[in-house]
């Protein structure tokens, strides 16, 4: 795997922290620590800069004074898919390319698809049958052209292997290329300066293939050899649906690096990654950090979606609701306390999911006695 490796000295004397607050927001503020040459305009459509948010009514709920959320959600696309796709398109029409491919559970096709329109490069999607409809939709919408296939997004990558090649089209499969990361990167840059160039104690994060979860601790080490942080990563957590927990079965197996886990079942598509293209790189920051893999059930992550938004106001997806399920489960369990600073990163927006079973809205008819009735009854309740 490639890798982006910076002069970090030289980026910590050529930028100060408050050159940063003029620039404009989004995540080329951080244009020092992305791979874009001089001169070399970014395919944007605003991503990055996304709230972050204390959680006191949640954290009141949970007995936590300090909770707060990264709400990635408010990305262009939906998704925090947004920053590294964005990136990676700009970087690929750069170096040329006559077509991407990619495969997908939804969001990382449907920002590729995105970047690719406003960037214009051709790009193919591959996703399981079983995709949401909105990233499917943002897709075809996009230009893309768009294929489905039965299975995960496992049998999506192996089917662009074996024609990417022919075609002469690049395989823009997670960690195919270093500048995908990169731009999930930034998600810690500005963690970092939204928690005022600290770390928390302990940062959530639902992880599929990875990358999101090793560019966070990426741009942690880069701050700290920039001396813009002091060198304490967070425990990291990754969270996994208990129907697809590769990195759980890794961690009580005491191994190295994943195997891919069979008959994935999980109503959240951004973790029903059987084999985690980064396993061995987030086991590692796992182990390093104190941190661990926190399974949760799909009840769970229900449960938690509804707590958000009927708390806090904010309808995550079910990926970025798991993060919440999994800090309920550690703090029964005393892993947290009421001090700990924990931050979640609520990596997409509910609305790119179909929405959880919910009770039908009322339906006002009748005089105007009738539906005051109705209405007073409803609020009482
Ligand atoms: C892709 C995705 C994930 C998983 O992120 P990785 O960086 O692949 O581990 C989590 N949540 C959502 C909403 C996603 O789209």
Redesign the pocket.
Known sequence: MLAVRYDLPRVAASVSKDDLLRRPPGMYRFRELTPLDAGEEPITLGEGGTPFLPLPRLGRHLGMRHLFAKD??QNPT????AR?LGLALTKARTLGVKGLMIP?????GGAAAVYGARGGIPVVVVVPRDTPQAAVAEAIIAGAHVFTVEGTIATAGRVIAGIAPTLGWFDLA?LKEPYRLEG?KTMGLELAEQLDWQTPDVLM???????????IHKAYEELAAMGWIKASQPRFI?VQAEGCAPLVKAWEDKAETTTPWENPVTD????R?PG???GRQ?LKILRETGGHPQPVSEAAILEAQKLLGRVEGIWT????AATLAALCLMKEAGEVDSGTRVVLVL???GI?NPPPPLPPPIHLEGDPDRVLATVRQAIAR
Do not use: H, I, R, W
């Not at 939906?78 to 898919?81: A, D, E, I, R, T």
């Not at 994060?205 to 560019?215: K, R, W």
């Open positions: 990635e959600g939906g998704s925090f898919k590294g997908s559970a939804g969001n990382a997670t999930k994060y639902p992880t599929g293939g990875g990358t999101g979860l090793v560019g990754a959240a598509p951004g973790l990654v985690p293209f980064a987030m997806g079910p990926e970025a990596t997409g927006a790119k």
